[in-house]
């Protein structure tokens, strides 16, 4: 066997070892959707407290999202393979945690343990994984391990494969992202199907363990570059990206915590550069900023997050409460979006070895652009197959965009800044995302209760026959409805929008192919 083809089969298993972690990553961030009722049970917490039970997506997306640039950039430093591997064992430690949940009774039932020294301990261990904080924590330090993956595996990607090589990978890594998040809410339910909801976690050690054999047996150590860790300038990117979250998933709440949020955070963003400037080797280089290319990328980044999430949270709700469609049939909806977009994100690698990489970018913003904005005529009346058409144009342009946009960032701050640019422009689409959901939950609510005053709540007069109340109760009902299609139209219709405006900042990519 000689040394290209030893080479290549190091490469290809290498990449299957990404691809299992990326969508493994992925995969965790959903899963909890399906067993969040089961959790509540074990917990015994009631209907009334599931905004504590929320925390534990919350949480988790705090976690994922701070994490992403430092752990970039810390890649750079101690290598890819050491910060992958140190990731994926605290995704672990984390997965043993969460799946510890009501479950350690058995150290207090044995006689034996009851009576040892060790009593007072185990006491403290049973009581305290038996709380929501316990789950929330336990999360956390799960998506701290994972919020490092994904970035480290886009830029290992880009270590061992060439420039002109790169564009499938990508396309393959956006793909098993995509694939993980749609997987992981069915992945849940199935193994609470026939096993207690911990085993969604404990299951995560035997796969994790795989991929980390994968890595260690295929991946080399790579190149480093020397500098001392900027601790400072780490605390306040986590610390910003978390407080600017923070307050993005309080928008709509009268809480004066928001303005906290907001505050801290808007002041770390702006501190930051002042402290990188006066450093060798800041935790995000500033230099990259100066780049058009990886800013255009990350402008178009936040804008497609942004437009996606609202179409994500958008199409089941409609489904549920327009269509009066079960939550089941709601999710069947949006799978026609969602499995689309791997596809898409297959495409779009394929796409980007021989064209411009602004031609399939500004493609898959124009089919997203143009499905949404005809999805704001949808009614109580839309049926298939216009349904599905608008669907999948949809999600195969939000999927091809993945590889072109991803390729020009990561290629854009040069080999010593490879891991930064891969935190950074993975960062800027959840940034987006949680841009999105806040808009909506907040503009939403303030526009339905707006509408809502127009409209009077029928009620019996006297005199007024049952055929004529039953009447206006229709009419109520119609003018209903009226108004969440409304509200839907213009969830769509601004969703819509945000794909066409990101075509300006699409235009300032890198013109070359893939393949120079």
Same mark, same amino acid.
């Given at each position: 066997?000689?040394?290209?083809?030893?080479?290549?089969?190091?490469?290809?298993?290498?990449?299957?070892?990404?691809?299992?972690?990326?969508? &493994?990553?992925?995969?965790?961030?959903?899963?909890?959707?399906?067993?969040?009722?089961?959790?509540?049970?074990?917990?015994?917490?009631?209907?009334?407290?599931?905004?504590?039970?929320?925390?534990?997506?919350?949480?988790?997306?705090?976690?994922?999202?701070?994490?992403?640039?430092?752990?970039?950039?810390?890649?750079?430093?101690?290598?890819?393979?050491?910060?992958?591997?140190?990731?994926?064992?605290? &995704?672990? &430690?984390?997965?043993?945690?969460?799946?510890?949940?009501?479950?350690?009774?058995?150290?207090?039932?044995?006689?034996?343990?009851?009576?040892?020294? &060790?009593?007072?301990?185990?006491?403290?261990?049973?009581?305290?994984?038996?709380?929501?904080?316990?789950?929330?924590?336990?999360?956390?330090?799960?998506?701290?391990?994972?919020?490092?993956?994904?970035?480290? !595996?886009?830029?290992?990607?880009?270590?061992?494969?060439?420039?002109?090589?790169?564009?499938?990978?990508?396309?393959?890594?956006?793909?098993?992202?995509?694939?993980?998040?749609?997987?992981?809410?069915?992945?849940?339910?199935?193994?609470?199907?026939?096993?207690?909801?911990?085993?969604?976690?404990?299951?995560?050690?035997?796969?994790?363990?795989?991929?980390?054999?994968?890595?260690?047996? !295929?991946?080399?150590?790579?190149?480093?570059?020397?500098?001392?860790?900027?601790?400072?300038?780490?605390?306040?990117?986590?610390?910003?990206?978390?407080?600017?979250?923070?307050?993005?998933?309080?928008?709509?709440?009268?809480?004066?915590?928001?303005?906290?949020?907001?505050?801290?955070?808007?002041?770390?963003?702006?501190?930051?550069?002042?402290?990188?400037?006066?450093?060798?080797?800041?935790?995000?280089?500033?230099?990259?900023?100066?780049?058009?290319?990886?800013?255009?990328?990350?402008?178009?980044?936040?804008?497609?997050?942004?437009?996606?999430?609202?179409?994500?949270?958008?199409?089941?709700?409609?489904?549920?409460?327009?269509?009066?469609?079960?939550?089941?049939?709601?999710?069947?909806?949006?799978?026609?979006?969602?499995?689309?977009?791997?596809?898409?994100?297959?495409?779009?690698?394929?796409?980007?070895?021989?064209?411009?990489?602004?031609?399939?970018?500004?493609?898959?913003?124009?089919?997203?652009?143009?499905?949404?904005?005809?999805?704001?005529?949808?009614?109580?009346?839309?049926?298939?197959?216009?349904?599905?058409?608008?669907?999948?144009?949809?999600?195969?342009?939000?999927?091809?965009?993945?590889?072109?946009?991803?390729?020009?960032?990561?290629?854009?701050?040069?080999?010593?800044?490879?891991?930064?640019?891969?935190?950074?422009?993975?960062?800027?689409?959840?940034?987006?995302?949680?841009?999105?959901?806040?808009?909506?939950?907040?503009?939403?609510?303030?526009?339905?209760?707006?509408?809502?005053?127009?409209?009077?709540?029928?009620?019996?007069?006297?005199?007024?026959?049952?055929?004529?109340? !039953?009447?206006?109760?229709?009419?109520?009902?119609?003018?209903?409805?009226?108004?969440?299609?409304?509200?839907?139209?213009?969830?769509?219709?601004?969703?819509?929008?945000?794909?066409?405006?990101?075509?300006?900042?699409?235009?300032?990519?890198?013109?070359?192919?893939?393949?120079?």
């Amino acid at each position: 066997m000689n040394v290209s083809t030893k080479t290549r089969k190091s490469q290809h298993l290498a990449m299957i070892a990404i691809i299992a972690g990326v969508f &493994f990553a992925a995969d965790d961030q959903t899963v909890v959707v399906t067993i969040i009722p089961r959790m509540m049970t074990d917990l015994n917490v009631g209907v009334t407290e599931l905004n504590q039970v929320s925390w534990t997506i919350t949480g988790y997306l705090l976690g994922y999202v701070a994490v992403m640039p430092v752990m970039g950039r810390l890649s750079d430093i101690f290598g890819r393979r050491n910060i992958y591997i140190m990731g994926m064992l605290i &995704f672990m &430690f984390g997965s043993v945690g969460t799946a510890m949940t009501a479950s350690m009774y058995w150290l207090t039932d044995s006689e034996t343990l009851r009576n040892s020294y &060790f009593h007072g301990p185990l006491d403290y261990i049973v009581n305290a994984t038996t709380t929501v904080e316990w789950v929330v924590v336990t999360r956390i330090i799960q998506s701290i391990g994972a919020g490092a993956l994904v970035p480290v !595996s886009i830029a290992m990607v880009a270590d061992i494969y060439p420039t002109g090589k790169r564009a499938m990978a990508m396309g393959l890594i956006g793909a098993a992202a995509e694939m993980g998040a749609v997987v992981g809410p069915v992945w849940g339910g199935m193994v609470t199907k026939f096993l207690d909801w911990q085993w969604v976690f404990w299951l995560n050690l035997p796969v994790a363990i795989i991929v980390l054999l994968g890595i260690c047996l !295929s991946f080399p150590d790579g190149k480093r570059i020397k500098g001392n860790i900027d601790y400072v300038g780490a605390t306040m990117v986590a610390g910003a990206l978390c407080l600017i979250t923070l307050g993005c998933s309080s928008l709509g709440e009268s809480s004066s915590y928001i303005y906290i949020y907001f505050t801290l955070g808007i002041a770390c963003i702006v501190g930051y550069p002042f402290l990188a400037a006066r450093i060798s080797n800041p935790i995000i280089p500033l230099v990259l900023f100066r780049n058009t290319e990886f800013v255009a990328s990350n402008i178009v980044n936040i804008l497609y997050g942004a437009s996606l999430m609202i179409a994500l949270v958008t199409i089941p709700l409609m489904a549920n409460t327009i269509l009066m469609k079960s939550p089941m049939e709601g999710g069947l909806i949006l799978s026609r979006l969602t499995i689309a977009i791997p596809i898409g994100a297959v495409l779009g690698g394929i796409l980007i070895k021989n064209l411009d990489r602004r031609i399939p970018s500004i493609v898959a913003l124009v089919m997203c652009g143009s499905a949404l904005l005809l999805m704001q005529y949808w009614d109580q009346n839309i049926k298939d197959p216009l349904m599905s058409i608008h669907l999948i144009i949809a999600g195969l342009g939000f999927g091809l965009i993945i590889a072109p946009v991803t390729l020009t960032a990561v290629n854009s701050g040069g080999e010593t800044m490879r891991g930064a640019t891969a935190g950074i422009i993975t960062t800027s689409r959840f940034i987006g995302m949680t841009l999105g959901i806040s808009a909506i939950a907040a503009w939403g609510s303030g526009r339905f209760k707006n509408l809502l005053l127009g409209v009077e709540v029928p009620m019996l007069t006297a005199g007024e026959t049952t055929t004529q109340m !039953s009447t206006r109760l229709d009419e109520f009902q119609s003018s209903i409805t009226g108004i969440g299609v409304s509200i839907f139209s213009d969830f769509y219709q601004t969703a819509g929008i945000i794909c066409i405006l990101a075509i300006f900042p699409c235009i300032f990519m890198k013109s070359e192919s893939a393949s120079y």
